[in-house]
């Protein structure tokens, strides 16, 4: 009886465990605070209208807390890993208080990386989130500390259209921190275009020949928010 208890007790612990890293979100609230589960902390955030209503709608980004989603590095890079989760919420302002519209954790990178520990925090130097002109644009940056001297930044687009956060748009930039050679991507979900641009240098005037080649591109639907994955994000670099 005394281990079937002390395994009922750890399973407890690991269920508990496990619905912090990946917590429920009450769907309104009166500030973004309320939105915060316990044990987790605003890190980013981002004010405006979104959905034309012409009130201040917010995107925050939001991380665990956890010390034990803090481990020991055993490879290359810093002492110790901050692997806790990350979570993306859109809040839409009304009248009175907040309504979720969109959510995601899986497509949030934590500040280290247990595979890339050499792999700086993809947020730190971006900003993480912006909302300009109606749309949401979500940033990150790759760049490694040891391994590597390209660095490889991606920005994310999305507009409130069709009651979802729709992805109109994806950039992406890779240059060499040690030869300045530079490529540059810019693909358009609404109109099926995307420009790739290569051939320039951030270092020297002489070899900055950068051409641009544009090309038409078959896509089913749009992609929303909630779903994105860094599967997904890979198919988007191949189109």
């Not at 940056?141 to 069709?162: E, I, K, P």
Request: proline content about 4%; aromatic content about 10%; glycine content about 6%.
């Amino acid at each position: 009886m005394r281990n079937i208890t002390g395994l009922m007790l750890l399973l407890i612990s690991a269920q508990l465990f496990a619905q912090s890293n990946n917590p429920q979100i009450p769907k309104t609230g009166i500030n973004t605070n309320a939105f915060v589960p316990k044990g987790w902390k605003i890190i980013y955030r981002a004010k405006g209208d979104l959905n034309k209503d012409h009130l201040p709608d917010e995107a925050i980004i939001i991380q665990n807390t956890n010390p034990e989603n803090i481990i020991k590095n055993e490879g290359m890079g810093i002492d110790k890993l901050n692997l806790n989760p990350r979570m993306l919420l859109v809040l839409f302002k009304t009248s009175g208080n907040y309504s979720l519209q969109s959510q995601n954790i899986i497509f949030i990178p934590t500040e280290n990386n247990e595979e890339n520990t050499c792999l700086a925090d993809p947020l730190e130097e971006t900003g993480a989130i912006n909302i300009k002109n109606g749309t949401l644009t979500l940033s990150y940056q790759y760049w490694l500390s040891c391994g590597s001297y390209w660095v490889n930044n991606a920005d994310y687009t999305f507009r409130f259209q069709n009651q979802k956060m729709e992805l109109i748009g994806f950039d992406a930039e890779s240059y060499s921190r040690s030869s300045g050679e530079q490529t540059t991507t810019s693909v358009n979900f609404s109109t099926r275009k995307k420009s790739e641009t290569s051939g320039g240098n951030m270092f020297s005037d002489k070899t900055n020949t950068p051409k641009t080649v544009w090309k038409k591109f078959n896509w089913v639907r749009l992609l929303t928010l909630d779903e994105m994955t860094e599967e997904l994000a890979q198919k988007l670099a191949e189109i």
